[in-house]
């Protein structure tokens, strides 16, 4: 039995694992983010925004749900093996999808995918922030997250490029069963859970336990509060893009081609940047990258409106991912900081569960505006909600040292 000690270094071959682990869990999201709209369209005849943005309020749901109650069983059972159930879960995605003879096939397909998200995603952000310990959190959630949403780019491209040149079913969607059955052999196998290290930081931590867990990383904390609500309407606004991006674009005039070089676009630029920015959060105040990383996203989407060619679309898609990639791993990040060790993985819990309610809202909200008014009054609504945002971490958080 070898000694447990904390560090990116000391732990690297696990570490780099579940990077690994987690490119596929993000794979598995990247299979629907190109080509599920057009699915709904073409394939099921759904008009409505409403109605195709479906998916992904219940994915939202699902996922949010499943991320509060991850907390809580990770302590109980440990993490490897709520990262191996969520595996589970991930297995009959891809055939649902492609058997579905109607739409509530793709609705039960994303109440799996959301399961499966909520607890191998969940499972591998706390492992890694278990092994590396607080000196480099930043940089470890940068890479975390950078594998994750390259990932979510990666496939989206590649399946929309299938989805070309052989139809939207039943190819695109072999992708998927590949990622998940590597993804569940190498966390049966290879991954080892990480439970010790969090007894072993927590003798040396001096972070005071939160009395009311779920109402203080909610909203009452004013450093995890201002942290949980940016989570949820950066998550909203991806909402947003991942259901109303490919109908917009398609309503512009681009080829299918092009279609899928934007989308992949934005995640790739939030995937790649995180292994740059998320050291930034370990160097500079928490506070001041979510204000401006909130603030870009912001105004990137409500450009949008104005944009006309591939390269506008293409260089505010950059912008957005920016933007994104600031934010992301610097949330997850200054939530471990302002959380006891042995109440982290409760309070990521519940900073996952109104973040991630963030799809489905903003699912919810811009199919209403789109259907109601336009998609320039939905895009023009979302993207002032997340400067709002920046505002409230502005003027709410307290320097997170």
């Given at each position: 039995?070898?000694?447990?000690?904390?560090?990116?270094?000391?732990?690297?071959?696990?570490?780099?694992?579940?990077?690994?682990?987690?490119?596929?869990?993000?794979?598995?999201?990247?299979?629907?983010?190109?080509?599920?709209?057009?699915?709904?369209?073409?394939?099921?005849?759904?008009?409505?925004?409403?109605?195709?943005?479906?998916?992904?309020?219940?994915?939202?749901?699902?996922?949010?749900?499943?991320?509060?109650?991850?907390?809580?069983?990770?302590?109980?059972?440990?993490?490897?093996?709520?990262?191996?159930?969520?595996?589970?879960?991930?297995?009959?995605?891809?055939?649902?999808?492609?058997?579905?003879?109607?739409?509530?096939?793709?609705?039960?397909?994303?109440?799996?995918?959301?399961?499966?998200?909520?607890?191998?995603?969940?499972?591998?952000?706390?492992?890694?922030?278990?092994?590396?310990?607080?000196?480099?959190?930043?940089?470890?959630?940068?890479?975390?997250?950078?594998?994750?949403?390259?990932?979510?780019?990666?496939?989206?491209?590649?399946?929309?490029?299938?989805?070309?040149?052989?139809?939207?079913?039943?190819?695109?969607?072999?992708?998927?069963?590949?990622?998940?059955?590597?993804?569940?052999?190498?966390?049966?196998?290879?991954?080892?859970?990480?439970?010790?290290?969090?007894?072993?930081?927590?003798?040396?931590?001096?972070?005071?336990?939160?009395?009311?867990?779920?109402?203080?990383?909610?909203?009452?904390?004013?450093?995890?509060?201002?942290?949980?609500?940016?989570?949820?309407?950066?998550?909203?606004?991806?909402?947003?893009?991942?259901?109303?991006?490919?109908?917009?674009?398609?309503?512009?005039?681009?080829?299918?081609?092009?279609?899928?070089?934007?989308?992949?676009?934005?995640?790739?630029?939030?995937?790649?940047?995180?292994?740059?920015?998320?050291?930034l959060a370990d160097l500079y105040?928490?506070?001041?990258?979510?204000?401006?990383?909130?603030?870009?996203?912001?105004?990137?989407?409500?450009?949008?409106?104005?944009?006309?060619?591939?390269?506008?679309?293409?260089?505010?898609?950059?912008?957005?991912?920016?933007?994104?990639?600031?934010?992301?791993?610097?949330?997850?990040?200054?939530?471990?900081?302002?959380?006891?060790?042995?109440?982290?993985?409760?309070?990521?819990?519940v900073y996952r569960l109104w973040?991630?309610?963030?799809?489905?809202?903003?699912?919810?909200?811009?199919?209403?505006?789109?259907?109601?008014?336009?998609?320039?009054?939905?895009?023009?609504?979302?993207?002032?909600?997340?400067?709002?945002?920046?505002?409230?971490?502005?003027?709410?958080?307290?320097?997170?040292?």
């Open positions: 039995m070898y000694k447990k000690q904390l560090g990116l270094k000391e732990n690297w071959q696990q570490f780099s694992l579940l990077v690994l682990v987690n490119a596929f869990v993000g794979g598995m999201v990247g299979l629907e983010r190109s080509i599920l709209p057009q699915l709904a369209e073409e394939e099921f005849h759904l008009a409505a925004k409403t109605a195709i943005l479906s998916f992904i309020v219940v994915f939202g749901i699902t996922k949010a749900l499943t991320n509060y109650f991850a907390g809580t069983l990770a302590n109980k059972y440990g993490r490897k093996k709520l990262l191996v159930f969520g595996w589970l879960f991930a297995l009959p995605v891809p055939l649902l999808l492609i058997y579905a003879p109607n739409w509530s096939w793709v609705i039960l397909a994303n109440i799996f995918l959301g399961v499966n998200q909520g607890l191998a995603w969940s499972s591998t952000v706390v492992m890694k922030i278990d092994l590396v310990g607080p000196k480099k959190r930043g940089f470890a959630m940068g890479i975390n997250e950078a594998a994750g949403y390259m990932a979510v780019g990666g496939v989206a491209f590649l399946s929309a490029s299938i989805a070309q040149l052989y139809g939207i079913r039943p190819y695109p969607f072999y992708i998927g069963i590949l990622l998940s059955i590597i993804g569940l052999l190498t966390s049966v196998f290879l991954i080892k859970d990480t439970q010790g290290f969090v007894q072993l930081e927590g003798e040396k931590s001096d972070t005071p336990l939160l009395s009311n867990l779920f109402k203080d990383t909610s909203w009452r904390h004013p450093n995890l509060g201002s942290i949980t609500q940016g989570g949820l309407v950066n998550n909203l606004n991806d909402g947003m893009i991942w259901g109303l991006f490919p109908i917009l674009l398609l309503s512009k005039g681009f080829s299918a081609t092009e279609l899928a070089q934007i989308i992949a676009i934005y995640p790739t630029v939030w995937g790649l940047s995180q292994l740059f920015t998320g050291k105040p928490k506070k001041t990258l979510l204000f401006w990383g909130m603030l870009l996203q912001g105004l990137a989407i409500i450009g949008f409106i104005w944009a006309q060619t591939f390269f506008a679309f293409a260089s505010l898609s950059v912008l957005l991912g920016l933007g994104t990639a600031v934010v992301y791993p610097t949330f997850l990040a200054a939530i471990a900081d302002n959380t006891h060790p042995s109440q982290r993985a409760q309070s990521i819990g973040r991630d309610l963030g799809y489905a809202v903003g699912a919810i909200l811009t199919g209403i505006l789109a259907d109601y008014w336009s998609i320039n009054t939905a895009i023009s609504s979302i993207g002032a909600l997340t400067i709002l945002s920046s505002f409230v971490i502005l003027t709410r958080m307290r320097p997170v040292s």
